[in-house]
């Protein structure tokens, strides 16, 4: 499929968002979300075709799943959106000079914004909405696994931007193939920034093969570190939490580091895993420490590749940190700079780890879960972006502009 005909209709659709003032986008948003609840039964049907095809046991069947309850949290969440001031338009800055000329720097819409992302057609909803909102407009890349979901989504948000009378090319589905996968990456003078929602596999692709600029967000190699001041009680609810809370997202726990002198607490500090059949993948002196006090049947011993894994499932490693350097080492070499956590009652530790541990989040005596645009305050996220250039963190609706400068002088010449 020759995707260029959508993409010109796509940039075209943009210049339209420039007519829609904050009150009518609200206006729209609110309709979406109204039309959500509406077809529940439509987008859970459509669901359930695609749910068909993947095994239940499959770490992306979660991720996959529509229900009643996760669609009125969808469409809550569209409204709380459409409820935040407008990111676009905000003066950044603004000065003059001694000549006279007047510098302002003010946020304004990327344009057309390509998201690729997997089984998550939740995202569908999340991308439109926020996009709308900061005056973007979108093309999205949704995977094979999610098709019939996703598909039905579009659907239901561009008949609500008909009834608005609002051009419905501001938000257009590609196909899943490959082809267009790398037609959207390279589609230079079409789409302004591309940002990838997704594995590690799905990450890499898309910088390998990217011309336009990439945002980088999704994989999360997540650690907690329990040195050798922790509160084992403290510690064995947040280890759970951030471990089992929902094991197919991107802020679950995936590797526990334990100071070696804390050993002796650490079958406490995983008891609430085992009845939540999370196996464990341990080096030798963490395997020791739990052989006859955690499960036999989810107590194994740890291969090279246990650590450095997003697990996406009830699976967690341990690595044993001799000292306070030997864990800072081990997060920094196995880390996807995602979200980073240490439990310590020791604030000369907390405050050593928050300052060498390089990630988006860094957490101190609670579960990395709460990396989320909307635990943060922030409404919603598109994701969380991995590196520095630009958004570290939940990339909310102020992530979703950039900005331009406005010059303003009265004849001025510069000699």
């Not at 051009?167 to 940002?195: C, K």
């Not at 594995?199 to 980088?216: C, F, H, K, T």
């Not at 080096?283 to 450095?308: C, I, T, V």
Request: charged fraction near 25%.
């Amino acid at each position: 499929m020759d995707c260029k005909p959508v993409f010109s209709e796509v940039k075209k659709a943009g210049r339209t968002l420039d007519i829609l003032d904050d009150k009518r986008i609200n206006e729209v948003l609110l309709a979406v979300a109204d039309a959500a609840e509406a077809n529940m039964s439509f987008i859970i049907s459509a669901n359930e075709k695609d749910l068909a095809l993947m095994e239940s046991s499959d770490p992306l069947y979660d991720r996959l799943l529509i229900t009643p309850e996760r669609i009125r949290s969808i469409a809550s969440g569209i409204r709380n959106i459409a409820a935040l001031p407008s990111p676009v338009g905000r003066i950044i800055s603004e000065y003059e000079k001694p000549d006279g000329l007047k510098i302002t720097r003010k946020s304004v819409p990327f344009g057309v914004i390509g998201i690729i992302y997997e089984a998550r057609p939740n995202v569908t909803f999340d991308v439109f909405s926020l996009c709308l909102k900061s005056g973007n407009v979108s093309i999205l890349k949704g995977g094979s696994d999610a098709i019939y979901s996703n598909s039905a989504i579009v659907r239901i948000i561009k008949d609500t931007l008909v009834k608005c009378n609002v051009n419905h090319d501001i938000i257009s589905l590609l196909s899943p193939g490959r082809d267009e996968t790398l037609q959207l990456l390279n589609a230079r003078g079409y789409v302004d920034l591309i940002i990838p929602r997704g594995s590690q596999g799905l990450i890499d692709y898309v910088r390998e093969n990217a011309s336009v600029p990439v945002i980088e967000t999704g994989a999360g190699i997540c650690h907690t570190y329990f040195d050798e001041h922790g509160d084992h009680e403290k510690g064995k609810i947040i280890i759970h939490n951030a471990k089992t809370r929902r094991v197919s997202v991107c802020n679950a726990l995936d590797c526990l580091v334990v100071h070696e002198s804390s050993l002796k607490d650490l079958a406490v500090l995983v008891e609430l895993c085992s009845p939540e059949n999370v196996i464990i993948y341990a080096d030798e002196k963490a395997y020791n420490a739990l052989k006859g006090k955690y499960p036999e049947s989810l107590l194994k011993r740890a291969a090279q590749d246990s650590f450095g894994k997003e697990f996406l499932s009830y699976k967690m490693a341990i690595k044993t940190a001799g000292t306070f350097s030997e864990a800072l080492e081990h997060i920094a070499k196995y880390s996807s700079k995602h979200s980073e956590a240490i439990i310590s009652e020791d604030k000369k530790r907390i405050d050593e780890f928050c300052q060498y541990v390089d990630a988006a989040a860094v957490y101190a005596n609670t579960s990395t879960a709460f990396t989320d645009g909307a635990e943060f305050g922030l409404g919603a996220e598109i994701g969380i972006s991995t590196q520095k250039l630009h958004a570290r963190g939940p990339m909310a609706l102020e992530e979703m502009t950039t900005y331009k400068w406005v010059i303003c002088g009265n004849g001025q010449t510069r000699p």
